[in-house]
C-alpha cells in the first residue's frame, strides 16, 4: 500500500483559499489514482474530487465544481487540491485517498487513506 501524509488545511474565511497537498510514499506514485474526500461534523464522508495516474483526467462533485482543483506532480509524489471562493459549508476534514484499480471517475475502490487535515471557514 502507498502511506500518504495530508497538509495545508487551516481557518480561513469565506471566500478565500487554500492549497491542499497530498505527499505519498512507500509505492509507485504513478501506479495509483488519487482522490480526496472530506466529512463534516455528524456527516458521512463524502467525495470531493479525484484525478488519473497521469493527471489529464479529472473528476469533481458537484458542490465543488468550478471552485476547486485536483492537480498532482507525479516527480514530487504528490496530489494538490487547490480550493478558491471557499464556503462555511465546506468545512470539514479533508483526506487524501489512492487507488491502484478502477476507474479515477468512480467514487468507490479507494483504498489507502491518509490521516486527514482540518480546513475551517468562517462565515
Known amino acids: 500500500q502507498v502511506q500518504l501524509v495530508e497538509s495545508g488545511g487551516g481557518l480561513v474565511q469565506a471566500g478565500g483559499s487554500l492549497r491542499l497537498s497530498c505527499a505519498a510514499s512507500?509505492?509507485?506514485?504513478?501506479?495509483?489514482?488519487m482522490g480526496w474526500f472530506r466529512q463534516a461534523p455528524g456527516k458521512e464522508r463524502e467525495f470531493v474530487a479525484s484525478?488519473?495516474?497521469?493527471?489529464?483526467?479529472?473528476y469533481y462533485a458537484d458542490s465543488v465544481k468550478g471552485r476547486f482543483t485536483i492537480s498532482r506532480d507525479n516527480a514530487k509524489n504528490t496530489v494538490y487540491l487547490r480550493m478558491n471562493s471557499l464556503k462555511p459549508e465546506d468545512t470539514a476534514v479533508y483526506y487524501c485517498?489512492?487507488?491502484?484499480?478502477?476507474?479515477?471517475?468512480?467514487?468507490?475502490?479507494?483504498?489507502?487513506w491518509g490521516q486527514g487535515t482540518q480546513v475551517t471557514v468562517s462565515s
Open positions: 484525478i488519473s495516474w497521469s493527471g489529464v483526467g479529472t
Open positions: 512507500g509505492r509507485t506514485f504513478r501506479d495509483y489514482a
Open positions: 485517498a489512492a487507488k491502484s484499480t478502477g476507474s479515477y471517475a468512480s467514487t468507490d475502490g479507494f483504498g489507502s
